[in-house]
């Protein structure tokens, strides 16, 4: 069983940026492959970024150039760092971790984060 918790989410202004982290207990986290979504309001949940076990990294168009994921298998943790954030970014941000290679779609993944919320004012 894995449980995971994110934070850092927050309001902040278009151009801005935020660091969204996720701390995992349980399970083997060096072994997952560890992704973010976002879900916003009447919207299904949507891929933003993953990193493999292998330290491979998977971006969504719309987040390419602006987003980074990265992973600390030492402390457990994977990070989130956001900038030139716009409007359209404002969502719910999720953590996951998934045993799937690339972790590209919500059914890769086993287990979830309660999710933090991200607001862009324009």
């Known amino acids: 069983q894995v449980h995971l918790v994110e934070s850092g989410g927050g309001l902040v202004q278009a151009g801005g940026s935020l660091r969204l982290s996720c701390t995992a207990s349980?399970?083997?986290?060096?072994?997952?492959?560890m992704g973010w979504f976002r879900q916003a309001p009447g919207n299904e949940r949507e891929f933003v970024a993953s990193?493999?076990?292998?330290?491979?990294?998977n971006y969504a168009n719309s987040v390419k150039d602006r987003f980074t994921i990265s992973r600390d298998n030492a402390k457990n943790t994977v990070a989130l760092q956001m900038d030139s954030l716009k409007p359209e970014d404002t969502a719910i941000y999720y953590c996951g971790a998934s045993p799937v290679l690339w972790g590209l779609a919500p059914g890769d993944y086993d287990y979830w984060g309660q999710g933090t919320q991200v607001t862009v004012s324009s």
């Open positions: 349980g399970g083997s986290f060096s072994r997952n492959t």
């Open positions: 990193v493999s076990r292998t330290f491979i990294t």
